[in-house]
């Protein structure tokens, strides 16, 4: 049944090209007991990276369910729309997670491509605000954290920082609770993390 008081829960990985974010976002994703782990892989890095198979049609995604580790490449299904695949593969995995019982998760790397500081595709959003009520939990990554809506920044329960330089980018994570000129000086490959509800603080680096 779907808990509809529970807070949304949402981690918001940030960092500047190099810094660590994505080695970081796969760590997590392997390392947080999951019913089933949902990753939109158009580039196919995450699929390089974690050394899986690609799902491309609708009878292979729901036979991926079975690994706990849905990696969907969209151009057999959606040949040249990226963005309606997005939209769709969002729409599933909020499905298919109202479907079983267990924590799953969806991440999206990059999340500044499909949504911007105006507009986020109504399935994006829905995972975001309501998708810890089904059972799904939203991570991000992005190197632009200024150019990410509010519908997710201002749902996330954790914030971790790798380094960033560009001013716009710094003051978004100000906003969110980070220090700036300590996010600005990070070394390549170590970060802040914040829990924004508690607002307990952890350092940590990934190499």
């Known amino acids: 049944m779907s808990d509809y008081t529970l807070p949304p829960a949402c981690t918001v990985i940030v960092g500047m090209t190099g810094s660590g974010k994505t080695t970081f976002a796969f760590r997590a994703l392997l390392n947080t007991p999951a019913a089933c782990r949902f990753i939109f892989d158009d580039y196919g890095q995450a699929a390089a990276r974690l050394n899986l198979p690609h799902a491309s049609t609708s009878d292979e995604l729901e036979s991926a369910l079975e690994s706990r580790y849905v990696l969907f490449n969209p151009h057999r299904m959606f040949p040249g729309q990226v963005e309606s695949a997005f939209r769709f593969f969002c729409q599933w995995a909020y499905d298919c997670s109202r479907r079983s019982p267990g924590k799953k998760i969806l991440l999206v790397?990059?999340?500044?491509?499909?949504?911007?500081?105006?507009?986020?595709?109504?399935?994006l959003a829905t995972v975001a605000q309501t998708g810890r009520a089904e059972n799904l939990e939203l991570m991000v990554a992005t190197q632009l954290p200024h150019k990410v809506h509010a519908s997710i920044t201002g749902q996330s329960t954790e914030l971790v920082c790798f380094r960033l330089d560009e001013p716009l980018a710094l003051d978004r994570v100000r906003e969110m609770g980070a220090d700036p000129d300590a996010v600005r000086t990070l070394p390549l490959g170590s970060f802040i993390a914040i829990n924004r509800l508690s607002r307990a603080t952890l350092f940590g680096k990934v190499f």
């Open 109 to 123: 790397d990059e999340v500044w491509r499909f949504q911007s500081n105006n507009q986020i595709p109504r399935e």
